[in-house]
């Protein structure tokens, strides 16, 4: 079960990183982002819809305020550290509304998305 939930969240990521690569989420509002956010942790950690409304909000809010900071810094150096501030806040928010378990299956899926970005975007060797 486990591994499942790991592959379809592993294929999530791999379209989304897709769709970056191709310059597609340039064109999503906050609102796109956050839903498409919210679905990867939802799906990953098999949360129930009381819990996944507390994930919809907090997605929400932190998608509204990284548009803001992108928005106030165009260069990618500068966004930086506001941008791993308010991650640094989301993951806060996201621990305190899911569980143990659910919380650990969420970090086990963005450290393998690290992983898959370090490598070229998970697309295997060229």
Same mark, same amino acid.
């Given at each position: ?49 009381? $819990?996944?409304? @507390? ?6 809010? &932190? +998608? /509204?305020? #990284? %548009? *803001?900071?992108? =928005? ?19 993951? $806060?928010?996201? @621990? ?6 659910? &919380? +650990? /299956?969420? #970090? %086990? *899926?963005?450290? =393998? ?14």
């Amino acid at each position: 079960m486990i591994k499942k939930l790991f592959l379809v969240s592993s294929l999530i990521w791999m379209m989304v990183m897709t769709v970056a690569a191709q310059g597609g989420m340039q064109n999503m509002t906050p609102e796109d982002m956050a839903k498409r956010t919210s679905e990867m942790i939802k799906k990953t950690t098999g949360c129930d819809a009381a $819990v996944g409304t @507390k994930v919809d909000a907090i997605c929400l809010k &932190y +998608a /509204k305020e #990284m %548009a *803001a900071v992108r =928005e106030k810094y165009a260069d990618r150096e500068a966004r930086r550290e506001p941008t791993k501030v308010l991650r640094d806040k989301q993951d $806060v928010e996201l @621990k305190a509304a899911l569980t143990a378990d659910q &919380y +650990a /299956k969420y #970090m %086990a *899926a963005m450290e =393998e998305r690290r992983k898959q970005m370090q490598n070229g975007g998970g697309g295997g060797p060229r």
